[in-house]
């Protein structure tokens, strides 16, 4: 299984980013796919997660309303729209992969590097 992060940058408060995650290796059916971030000096935290073959959605309550997570399933893609974006919003992002869902960032066995995200105020 290969997960390949992209779309990372320098945007200013207020701003928006979109990153992207390609997939490949294997088939996702009954999977979750997740964003996770870890900023300088803090554990990894759970951003998003949607389920590869029903859509259910889930947020971290941080992030709620301004970024939106979706998948294409025909071009095996995960996207991560991040608007209104804030300087706590900076951070390495990361996509990961379960066979199920879960908030803990230890449930996933598939993991793909990092994009840095930065946001200035």
């Known amino acids: 299984v290969q997960l390949q992060a992209s779309g990372g940058g320098l945007v200013q408060a207020g701003g928006s980013l979109r990153l992207s995650c390609a997939a490949s290796?294997?088939?996702?059916?009954?999977?979750?796919m997740a964003w996770f971030r870890q900023a300088p000096g803090k554990e990894r935290e759970f951003v998003a997660a949607?389920?590869?073959?029903?859509?259910?959605?889930y947020y971290a309550d941080s992030v709620q309303g301004r970024f939106t997570i979706s998948r294409d399933v025909a071009k095996k893609m995960v996207y991560l729209q991040m608007n209104s974006l804030k300087p706590e919003d900076t951070a390495v992002y990361s996509c990961?992969?379960?066979?199920?869902?879960?908030?803990?960032?230890?449930?996933?066995?598939?993991w793909g590097q990092g994009t840095l995200v930065t946001v200035s105020s």
């Open positions: 990961a992969a379960a066979p199920g869902f879960g908030r803990d960032a230890g449930l996933y066995p598939y």
């Open positions: 290796g294997r088939t996702f059916s009954g999977y979750f």
């Open positions: 949607i389920g590869w073959s029903g859509g259910t959605i």
